[in-house]
């Protein structure tokens, strides 16, 4: 019998036979993986200049290699309501609308055409033909849509393209005069135990007092609607609730003053700013706010709630900018400090998604650090006066969070 030593192993193959050895199993597993790390590195750098010398074969590589992610397989109800219920994007339906009242007025014309002509002439042909270049002519202007984003699950949401349905629903936040300096009442449940969560949270909202709440024996247990009349009358824009469970936060509460509507999230992943590796520490300077992809009238609502509670004129000098950003219903709440600086000489130039040099920022890099806190929201509520108790008539809850919503995993609220 041959000695099995005496046949070596290829390593770029599967084990050549089986050996009771762990060790040499352990080795011949480590080289095998080398083995392939070093074809696809290989393989990856022969592409690499390929595409140097021709860049076109790049553009094709990534206009080829797009990711099939649940977001881009995201589904819409297709009806023209525009409720809260309804999962459609503003942006496509109103687009839509406008090419059905730029089409009325064409196919009346058209009408009208087709009943001057005289029959007994032959005439049948010569408008027939003049209809179908008309029509060939017309029809890649109304097909017309705008590219699609490289990046679709950010995209920044546009605010005027709010349905008129809510603005008659939330008169008070969908309102055409500029939004007035926020001033904020924040609180929490009675008897808790995050204040220092509470005050973190002053700072991340400007122009907001945080009041806490007590369940003495001699105290009054004032619930949110008495407390969201007394911060009426004292000028208050809103109201926000944190709720805890087990010592976490675990929901917050945003009351709109003075008549609602009031929006009730869950919370999840909190990470304070001081547990943050390499944060930074908050100033008190305006924040910027960058609100992404709300596409659907509850996303508006919400977007537009969140946009009353900051200063509609940030300061700049400070360099600060919050982001709530919506993936899946989910919001995303970050907060950082950004710097520009030049780019130095062992960092690559900024490459967009066409693989090409991005113009005007040859020399110029970005640097971002995260002050804290950071935290998920998802929206569990929404109901149309100050809370459930405040909210009367059949449609006091406008919008609420059932199970069965996320059955079809490619469907979205927000």
Known sequence: MGSKRGNKPSPKSALPFRTDNKLKRQE??????????????????????????????????????????????RVWDEVDGEGLNVSVDVEQLKRRRIEEAEAEPLEAEEGSRDDDVDSMLDS????????????????????????????????????????SSLSQKFPTLFSDEPPPTPKILLTTSLNSTLHNEAKIL?????????????????????SLREISKFASNRAYTAVVLLKEDYKKPTGLTVVHLPDGPT??????????????????????????????????????????????????????????VVTLHNQRDYIFVRRHRYVFREK??????????????????????????ELGPRFTLKLRRVDKGIGRAGSTGEDAVQWEWKSHMEKKRTRFNL
């Not at 002053?202 to 004032?222: E, L």
């Not at 113009?359 to 971002?368: C, D, F, K, M, N």
């Open 263 to 320: 929006c009730h999230f869950s919370i999840a992943n909190w990470v304070d700013g001081k547990k943050l590796p390499g944060h930074g520490n908050p100033t008190n300077h305006y924040p910027e706010l960058i609100l992404n992809n709300f596409r659907t009238p509850l996303g508006l609502l919400t977007a537009r709630l969140f946009l009353t509670l900051f200063p509609p004129r940030p300061e700049l000098q400070g360099r600060q």
């Open 202 to 222: 002053c700072t991340f909202f400007p122009n907001s007092t945080y009041i806490p709440r007590s369940a003495h024996r001699y105290g009054h247990k004032f």
């Open 344 to 369: 130095r000489e062992t960092e690559k130039s900024v490459i967009g998604p066409d693989g090409k040099l991005v113009q005007g920022a040859e020399g110029i890099r970005a640097g971002l650090q």
């Open 124 to 163: 049948d042909s010569d408008s027939e033909s003049e209809s179908d270049l008309r029509a060939e002519s017309e029809k890649p202007s109304r097909q017309r849509q705008r590219a699609p984003s490289n990046a679709p699950s950010t995209t920044s949401t546009n605010l005027d393209l709010t349905p």
């Open 28 to 73: 011949l597993h480590v080289r095998q993986k080398k083995a392939r790390d070093n074809l696809r590195r290989d393989e990856r750098f022969r592409r690499k200049r390929e595409e140097d010398r021709d860049p076109e074969l790049r553009r094709v590589r990534l206009a080829k290699n797009i990711p099939h992610t649940i977001d881009a397989k």
